[in-house]
């Protein structure tokens, strides 16, 4: 058993370690650990782009019930979404293009929600992502494995997503910059977003 000089010590250390060796020695350990999270109702991604794809994939393997679009948010609107807001508010999340997250924001509106966690993923021509986060502090500080998961950006912004707190007192900017690889089939510019009621208390 470590006394309580070698447990300072460690604690010490440990703290002198950079952000993400940290992130990696002690996972367990986490900004939002003991935070209640935002019930997701549904989860969003284009069957049309590969890294929506995998996303959505990802956020299924996490247990979360997901839609496919290609696109167009109709179906989803009138055949689903629709009739669960109609009961009262429901979070959403998803990784879609502009067009999606720009209608759903909107009808969001009406039922007193608000895009909550917001993530600009840009490809760019030097072969990197930049990503411009934006939402509750313990999400961008979980966020900065980013930098060293670039290639996997789409299986960290589902685990994101799927974890967003329920309590939004603190709301952060960050911009991330990693190496990627693009497919071909996705656009220049994607969004991570969470969607939900806003919390006041």
């Known amino acids: 058993m470590a006394s309580r000089r070698e447990f300072l010590q460690i604690g010490v250390a440990a703290l002198a370690l950079p952000i993400s060796a940290r992130a990696g020695v002690l996972p367990a350990i986490s900004p939002w650990a003991d935070e209640a999270r935002v019930p997701l109702y549904k989860i969003v991604f284009d069957e049309r782009f590969p890294a929506s794809r995998k996303f959505g994939g990802e956020a299924k393997t996490l247990g979360a019930a997901v839609h496919g679009i290609k696109g167009d948010i ?3 609107w009138f055949h689903d979404l629709y009739a669960r807001w109609k009961q009262g508010p429901a979070a959403i999340a998803g990784l879609t293009a502009h067009g999606p997250i720009f209608c759903l924001e909107r009808i969001a509106w009406d039922q007193r929600m608000r895009v909550v966690f917001r993530a600009d993923h840009r490809y760019r021509e030097d072969g990197t992502i930049e990503h ?9 500080h979980e966020a900065a494995s980013l930098r060293s998961e670039g290639t996997d950006w789409t299986s960290r912004m589902a685990s994101l997503v799927t974890r967003c707190p329920a309590s939004r007192f603190q709301i952060s900017q960050t911009n991330i910059v990693a190496s990627t690889v693009e497919h071909a089939d ?3 510019h994607l969004i991570s977003w969470v969607i939900a009621p806003v919390n006041r208390a």
């Open 74 to 76: 109709t179906d989803f």
């Open 132 to 140: 411009a986060l934006s939402g509750p502090e313990s999400m961008l």
């Open 186 to 188: 996705d656009p220049d």
